[in-house]
C-alpha cells in the first residue's frame, strides 16, 4: 500500500488537490494540523516547548497559545528553527502513527499526506512517491492577496523564505500543474489518481 506525500508553496493549491484527492477516495492527513496536536497539552512537544519559550506562551487553559508563539519565532530564524527541531521528530512520529492508524482500521487506497514542509524537515523517506503542486507565480500572488489579504511585498516575502519550487521537484516522483481551471485541475487529478491505484495493486 502507496504512501503520497503532497507538497508545494504557499498558494500553489495543494490544499485543494488534497481535497479532491479526499473526494477520489484518497485518506488524507494534514500535517499542519498534525503538527499542532504535538504541542497539545499532554502532547509528545508540549512540555519541550514550554521549556523552550516560557511560560509567557501558555493560555489560562493551560493549551499553547499560537499567536504568542508565532510572535516569538516568525521573523527570528534561530527561534524558529528551535520550534522546528521540537516540533518536527514529534510531527514525523504521529504522521506514522496515523498512516499506521489508517492501514489498521482498513485504509487499502493510497494515504495521502499534505504536508509544506515535507523536504525541510526531511520527512521524504515517509512516502513512496512525493508529488509537488506548482503554479505560476503571478497566479500564486494572487490566490495569496485574494485568500489572506496580504499586501504584494509581504506575499513576496512569504515566498522567498520557502524552499523554491525548483529545489522542490529535485524530489518530486510527479509535478501537478495548478495554472488552468479548477474543472481541468480536477481532470487531470482523476487521470493521476488513476494511476497511483494501479501502482497501488
Known amino acids: 500500500m502507496r504512501t ?6 504557499i498558494g500553489s493549491g ?11 477516495g484518497a485518506p488524507i492527513i494534514d500535517a499542519d494540523k498534525v503538527a499542532h496536536t504535538t504541542y497539545a497539552p499532554g502532547a ?6 514550554i521549556a523552550a519559550f516560557g511560560a509567557g506562551i501558555v493560555a489560562p487553559d493551560r493549551t499553547i497559545d499560537r499567536r504568542k508563539l508565532g510572535a516569538v519565532v516568525f521573523g527570528n530564524p534561530e527561534q524558529l528553527n528551535k520550534l522546528t527541531s521540537i516540533v518536527w521528530p514529534a510531527t514525523r512520529a504521529a504522521i506514522q502513527s496515523s498512516i499506521a492508524d489508517l492501514r489498521a482500521a482498513g485504509a487499502k487506497n493510497p494515504i495521502v499526506v499534505e504536508a ?8 521524504t523517506s515517509l512516502f513512496d512517491e512525493i508529488w509537488l503542486v506548482r503554479a505560476p507565480r503571478e ?6 492577496e485574494r485568500q489572506r489579504g496580504l499586501k504584494p511585498a509581504e506575499t513576496e516575502a512569504r515566498i ?5 519550487d525548483e529545489e522542490r521537484a529535485k524530489y518530486a516522483s510527479l509535478v501537478i500543474d495548478n495554472s488552468d481551471t479548477l474543472e481541468n485541475l480536477r481532470e487531470e487529478l482523476k487521470t493521476i489518481w488513476r494511476g497511483a491505484l494501479a501502482r497501488n495493486s
Open 44 to 49: 509528545a512537544a508540549y512540555e519541550a516547548v
Open 14 to 24: 495543494k490544499s485543494t488537490v488534497a481535497q479532491m484527492l479526499g473526494e477520489l
Open 116 to 123: 509544506a514542509i515535507l523536504i525541510e524537515a526531511n520527512w
Open 139 to 144: 497566479q500564486v500572488v494572487a490566490r495569496i
Open 160 to 164: 522567498r523564505a520557502q524552499l523554491p
Open 4 to 9: 503520497i506525500g503532497l507538497t508545494g508553496g
